[in-house]
């Protein structure tokens, strides 16, 4: 498989271009996104297995683990093909009980950046996306200085492109005054559309929105009208509700993680399901 045969085709940020169809890496860790997987071996056949399905966009962060999902991507795929683009976080930390920090202070975010480029095995970074927000929803506030901090990495050299993650759109306006945004991370899929608005205003910007947690993350998703459609469409609401995410917007990129590689594959022909109008109709009035 090619990338052009991947679900919803490619996407442009900035100088970057990315299959739609991407993977999130956050699983490849221990329970909990803590600690070592259970099977090495098996993490590393999903990330090649990705790549050899043509997928060419994988989302990570260093805290993941911490630094255990780096260090397999590094190890599964460095040296790395030429149109693969890892795009990663900073902006949290892991502490032993396995909670996520802040870590937005300026030394820690050149910390962050410098650890991510070491793990990973690169001189520059495609994409930061700088994590300012709660778990699953923004914290109001001022990010000038934490992405003033990014930006100046990125003009010396250590960055490509920028993004956001887990931010309302007065803090999308604020960095965009600072440096361009060619991405924004936020929790956002079927049953959950607190940002419908910001994903039609970036993609009037030509700015990428990637949800995570698409699949409803730790809660996974439950909906009657969603589970209806599936029946009807002889799917899983699984795959459905992946699918909607690519009709919703053409700035929707997907990033499921899974540590399986079946599931890998399931997760990428579930987002070629076509949805006929009728389904997207009862499927966009679900909240």
Not at 211 to 231: D, I, N, R, W
Request: hydrophobic share 45%.
């Amino acid at each position: 498989m090619t990338s052009t045969s991947l679900p919803g085709g490619t996407f442009t940020m900035g100088d970057l271009t990315v299959t739609r169809m991407g993977y999130g890496a956050m699983q490849l860790a221990g329970p909990h996104v803590f600690g070592p997987p259970a099977d090495r071996d098996a993490a590393i056949a999903v990330l090649r297995e990705a790549v050899d399905l043509g997928i060419n966009h994988i989302d990570t962060a260093d805290f993941y683990g911490p630094y255990v999902t780096n260090e397999i991507i590094r190890e599964a795929l460095h040296p790395y093909p030429d149109d693969l683009h890892i795009v990663t976080k900073v902006g949290a930390l892991r502490d032993a009980e396995g909670n996520w920090p802040q870590a937005l202070a300026p030394e820690q975010l050149r910390q962050a950046v410098h650890d991510n480029l070491d793990r990973l095995g690169l001189d520059v970074l495609d994409v930061v996306n700088l994590r300012v927000g709660g778990f699953d929803r923004p914290t109001p506030g001022s990010i000038e200085e934490p992405f003033t901090v990014l930006a100046e990495l990125q003009q010396q050299g250590l960055i490509k492109q920028l993004g956001l993650s887990t931010v309302n759109a007065e803090q999308v306006a604020q960095a965009q005054s600072i440096a361009p945004v060619v991405c924004v991370q936020n929790f956002y899929n079927i049953a959950n559309r607190d940002d419908d608005d910001l994903v039609d205003s970036l993609a009037g910007q030509g700015i990428a929105y990637v949800p995570y947690f698409p699949l409803g993350g730790f809660t996974p998703l439950q909906s009657e009208e969603l589970h209806a459609v599936a029946a009807r469409l002889e799917a899983t609401h699984l795959a459905v509700a992946l699918a909607w995410l690519l009709h919703r917007s053409p700035n929707i990129l997907l990033i499921p993680g899974t540590s399986a590689v079946a599931h890998l594959r399931e997760n990428v022909a579930a987002a070629a399901l076509a949805l006929p109008d009728d389904a997207l109709s009862e499927l966009n009035i679900i909240d």
